[in-house]
């Protein structure tokens, strides 16, 4: 499966999503212009990964600020990565935050509550 590479801007992060290996990227800001532009070939390649996953997926999200639009579409891939999951393929979400930063702590805590996945809370040193 293709690997992707998005390098990341001051608006959009840094995404890697790799097929072969099982790896799912997300880092820095999200406040893209346009949430659905951007997000969306994240999703339709998940679309693809999810009909021949690998056995094990790993995602790593470690935004320091989203935008209201960039969480509906985090929540988006958090859903493909469900379907993935329910299928027996397992996925480990690991959700990285700083730690004085209660906001990104308690949107990891929100998106938990939602997606039948559990994640791995993991507090950065600044």
Known sequence: METIIREG??????????????????????IPEN???FYKPII????????EPSDET????????FNTSSSKCILDIFKRLELIHKKGNPVE?????EEDDEDMFE?????Q??????FK???MEE
Do not use: C, H
């Open 121 to 123: 809370m993991i507090e």
């Open 58 to 65: 790993n995602v790593n999200i470690q935004l320091e600020y």
């Open 35 to 37: 949430s659905v532009d």
């Open 9 to 30: 801007s001051p608006k959009t992060p840094f995404v890697r999503l790799d097929g072969d290996n099982g790896v799912v990227e997300i880092k820095g800001r999200s």
């Open 44 to 51: 339709d390649w998940l679309e693809k990964f999810g009909g």
């Open 107 to 111: 949107a990891g805590e929100d998106y």
């Open 113 to 118: 509550s939602i997606i039948s996945i559990p």
């Open 93 to 97: 979400i690991n959700w990285y935050y």
